[in-house]
Antibody, heavy 126, light 111 residues
């Protein structure tokens, strides 16, 4: 069964850091690019960027540079999102989602986020 | 403010058809055949319903269809069912600088 399973909810204080995991199963981890999508409470979806699961090279969307870091551990088919210096406005559900690669194997096709994790709620509150 | 514009809400009665629009620009929807649509029930992860403008993934009902004209993409749901009540988001590739943009989402109510 193809699936992405994310780590559980987190409650953090402002200024702290959090690391969310996304474990893939049922497919070859390096065959799909891993993306991260944020959804603030009651709001829409916002693409944060993606990480190349073959090279580990991340690409961050505007607004997600500096405090946000994507990483991998391919030995356990897991992608990570780390957010540092947390702020109240980081409170959101964070999803991982897969994208196919194009024929080069280095760039996503951007055609369809076809597999999604169940989401991880990160709450930032003092 | 989202990059793609969707109506905040639409509604329809069981058995009817509804269409959700998604308006972008010549830099995203208008330039690429890479519009996708996602269904999201409360508290659940989004689910891919349409990709590349009009293609349905395996397992998605043929009651769901997609199209595009110029800078506007559309999702049509025919034969509305109670289980279709959800939020729907459009998404488009937007070139090698912005990459991906989502619409603000449309809440579908089945009356």
């Amino acid at each position: 069964q193809v699936q992405l399973v994310q780590s559980g909810s987190e409650l953090k204080k402002p200024g702290a850091s959090v690391k969310v995991s996304c474990k893939a199963s049922g497919y070859t981890f390096t065959s799909y690019a891993m993306n991260w999508v944020r959804q603030a409470p009651g709001q829409g979806l916002e693409w944060m960027g993606w990480i190349n699961t073959n090279t580990g090279n991340p690409t961050y969307a505007q607004g997600f540079t500096g405090r946000f870091v994507f990483s991998l551990d391919t030995s356990v088919s897991t992608a990570y999102l780390q957010i540092s210096s947390l702020k109240a406005e980081d409170t959101a559900v964070y999803y991982c989602a897969s994208l196919s690669y194009d024929s080069s194997g280095y760039f996503p096709t951007y055609d369809a986020f076809d597999i999604w994790g169940q989401g991880t709620m990160v709450t930032v509150s003092s | 403010q989202s990059a793609l514009t969707q109506p905040a809400s639409v509604s329809g009665s069981p058995g009817q058809s509804i269409t959700i629009s998604c308006t972008g620009t010549s830099s995203d929807v208008g330039s690429y055949n890479l519009v996708s649509w996602y269904q999201q029930h409360p508290g659940k992860a989004p689910k891919l319903m349409i990709y590349e403008g009009s293609k349905r993934p395996s397992g998605v009902s043929n009651r769901f269809s997609g199209s595009k004209s110029g800078n506007t993409a559309s999702l049509t749901i025919s034969g509305l069912q109670a289980e279709d009540e959800a939020d729907y988001y459009c998404c488009s590739y937007a070139g090698s600088s912005t990459y991906v943009v989502f619409g603000g989402g449309t809440k579908l109510t089945v009356l």
